[in-house]
């Protein structure tokens, strides 16, 4: 019976690292799509196009590859969780659901992120192509 009790002991403790590991990589990586999520709601509220669109291009560039990094995070939290699911065996449908949501918001922040960026790597090559065209009538009114 003792053997059966200090097992559950630390079969518990394991339970409460690992969650509580889960809990604090999960909101550090909710605090940046959150704040990623209301930069870009802020940036693409601009009617037409952007004032500054090589800092636009730069900032959506410089989010892609902060996007790189953080997914190394999701992923950590995501072996954690795994982890965690194993630790509680048929319990672990809170721990499913939490990084079913997680993963949700990761694909809506990053996917908006994305198309933002796109967005603005076409604005930039219709302004290059119509800076030749400028380009070319200048010269050919010049001559």
Sequence with gaps: L???????????????KLSRKMRKEMNVLTE????????????????????????????????????????????SITEVGEALKTVL????TLVEDKLSLLNSNWIAVTSRAEEWLNLLLEYQKHMETFDQNVDHITKWIIQ
């Design 32 to 75: 940046w799509l959150a704040a990623t999520d209301m930069e870009l709601t802020k940036r693409s509220a601009v009617e037409g196009m952007p004032s500054n669109l090589d800092s636009e291009v730069a900032w959506g560039k410089a989010t892609q590859k902060e996007i790189e990094k953080q997914k190394v995070h999701l992923k």
């Design 2 to 16: 003792g053997a059966k009790v200090t097992e559950r002991k630390q079969q518990l403790e394991k339970c409460l």
């Design 89 to 92: 065996g048929k319990k672990e």
